[in-house]
């Protein structure tokens, strides 16, 4: 364990020289607390580099350990830092898990690295025994200090769910008060607090080559590289992405590496998104967006006396909060319902009405429809649409193979859609008419489409098309901190209620005053506990204090 301590005083070193000599041209987050335990939640607040200004600045996030990946994004608004969470899954494996947070130019496929952050993620379920005990490494990072940070509590004596309400004032060197944003944790000083892992809850970021801040991305994007069948990058003139999710296509083009960048509107969560060839371009391509996965060096978890201790309490906390049926930290985020297009048909076809076909080529051979499967000499089938509204014999025929949609997914592959089963088909319905289908699909639509409705909980459409298929994040939906009022703790006055992590406030802002109140309720715990504050001034300046208090039963 010395060489990991020695990594870890020279990983300190460094990030003493990067605060000096780039200050705050740098972003820097701040965690509510520097370790974890599989089933927590990890708050975070990502304060940006001075000259961003009030620029809206959407940031990708990153969390990877060894094997897996999530991918989100968090919205810079003007004027403010950027704020998120990470829900560590129950069933999470001890390790080093991975923040990783980055930014993106307009029309540039390169995405900058903001920040990394190395966090600690323990499990309750290890076996004690099994667990080799290190000393804590001494070396802690440097934190800014061109604010002088100041917190003054409402009373001198706390006990066990008071309601405590807290003043925190920022001021310049020279005594003068100044407006800006301050991030603010409230922990268990002797759970989770410098005693027993360091004091790691904050990272300063990466240097970013020099560009004007207004070039900086604020939508959603999905980047990544198209491909022909050969693996060639491919120069395409219309890349379509279906979202089935609300009758909407996306589009965009790439250079001549094959680079995209594919533009959305703000939404929450993620959604699948499925690529596709312009028919009269390259109808066949492949996509690939690529998912990085961990960055950084594997360095195995320090585990000390404190940490034991913690991971037995977090056990017993558990239990309890399941008698309640409960969770410690229950998250609610905020969930906006998806808005989903209407795409009224031209004809519909409701199959239990007809009788019995074995197959979509049966049922449209049989009937006099406006689509139609043609067999090839290769004893595949082809598929074309007529319009039969069409008054001129050169607007009747749709040019090109139809866009088939199966549910949530798109292919045009007629063949595979003429040997469906009309056993579980319940709704075929065709778009035709030229305008509705410009309005509608846009260029990939130009040649008619038909969109199937199944009874399957999921078709599987061929893989060439499937794997086309991506899921796409979104913005993370919004969530608070569950800190609550003395006067309504969850499960009434009868219930226990233990947290290590007491409050956290990842923006609160401040006027010309310097100065703000925040109040929550206190648990059941005893002993000593810290409030740990960053602050960010309008023009850049940073601060960062701790202050402890005890709270005993009087």
């Known amino acids: 364990m010395s060489s990991l301590r020695l990594r870890l005083y020279f990983a300190n070193i ?25 089933g927590e939640v990890a708050w975070f607040s990502v304060f940006p580099p001075a000259a961003w200004g009030n620029q809206e600045v959407a940031v990708r996030v990153t969390v990877s350990t060894g094997d897996n990946s999530s991918h989100f994004f968090i919205k810079k608004q003007a004027g403010s830092p950027a704020n998120g969470y990470f829900q560590i899954p129950y069933n999470a494996s001890p390790g080093i898990f991975e923040f990783r947070f980055q930014v993106a130019l307009k029309d540039q496929f390169e995405e900058q ?10 499990s309750d379920l290890q076996d004690p025994g099994e667990i080799e005990i290190s000393e804590i490494a001494s070396a802690e990072a440097d934190q800014p200090n061109d604010v002088d940070i100041s917190v003054l509590l409402s009373k001198a004596s706390i006990s066990p769910r008071d309601q405590i309400t807290m ?75 279906y979202s089935g999710e609300e009758n909407h296509i996306f589009y965009t083009r790439s250079d001549e590496n094959g680079h995209f960048i594919l533009k ?110 043609v067999l090839e000499k290769d004893s595949t089938y082809s598929a074309e ?40 088909i319940v709704r075929v319905e065709l778009f035709l008419d030229r305008p509705k289908l410009r309005d509608y699909f846009q260029a990939v639509g130009a040649s008619g489409v038909v969109r199937i409705t199944t009874s399957l909980d999921r078709v599987e459409v061929p893989a060439e098309d499937e794997r086309n298929l991506v899921e796409a994040p979104g913005i993370q939906p919004r969530a608070e901190f569950p800190a609550y009022e003395s006067s309504s703790f969850p499960g009434g006055s009868h219930r226990p209620y233990f947290r290590p992590q007491v409050y956290w406030n990842p923006q609160v802002e401040v006027d010309n005053s310097g100065t703000t109140e925040v109040t929550f309720g206190h648990p059941d715990d005893t002993g000593q506990f810290v409030i740990e504050v960053l602050f960010q001034s309008e023009d850049g300046l940073r601060g960062w204090t701790t202050s402890t208090y005890e709270v005993s039963l009087n």
């Open 167 to 241: 003043q925190i004032k920022a001021a310049d060197k020279g005594g003068n008060t100044i407006p800006g944003s301050f991030s603010v944790s409230v922990k268990d000083h002797e759970l989770a607090g410098t005693t027993v892992l360091g004091s790691r809850s904050t990272y300063i970021g990466k240097p970013l080559p020099e560009f004007n801040p207004a070039d900086l991305e604020s939508q959603v994007t999905v980047r990544g590289q198209v491909y022909d069948l050969e693996d060639n990058p491919l120069l395409v003139n219309v890349l379509g992405g």
């Open 385 to 424: 649409l007529i319009n039969v509204q069409g008054t001129r014999a050169r607007n009747a025929k749709l040019n090109g193979p139809p866009l088939f949609i199966v549910d949530n997914m798109v292919t045009r592959d007629a063949d595979f859609i003429a040997d469906m089963s009309t056993d579980y």
């Open 113 to 122: 690295d903001l920040a990394y952050a190395y966090i600690p993620v323990y």
């Open 264 to 373: 959305m509107e703000d939404y929450y969560g993620s959604k699948p998104i499925q690529f596709m060839g312009f028919q009269y371009e390259h109808p066949e391509l492949i996509v690939e967006v690529p998912s990085d996965g961990f960055q950084g060096e594997e360095t195995p978890l320090i585990y000390t006396e404190g940490i034991l201790r913690y991971l037995e309490l977090s056990q017993i906390r558990k239990k309890i909060y399941q008698q309640y049926q409960s969770f410690e930290t229950e998250l609610q985020p905020e969930l906006r319902p998806w808005s989903k297009a209407t795409w009224e048909p031209d004809v519909s076809f409701d199959i239990a009405e007809y009788e019995s076909f074995e197959d979509m080529k049966g049922f449209f051979g049989e009937l006099i429809t406006p689509l139609r499967f």
């Open 14 to 38: 460094i990030l003493v020289f990067a605060w000096n000599v780039h200050g705050q041209d740098l972003a820097m987050v701040h965690f509510d607390k520097s370790f974890y335990v599989s």
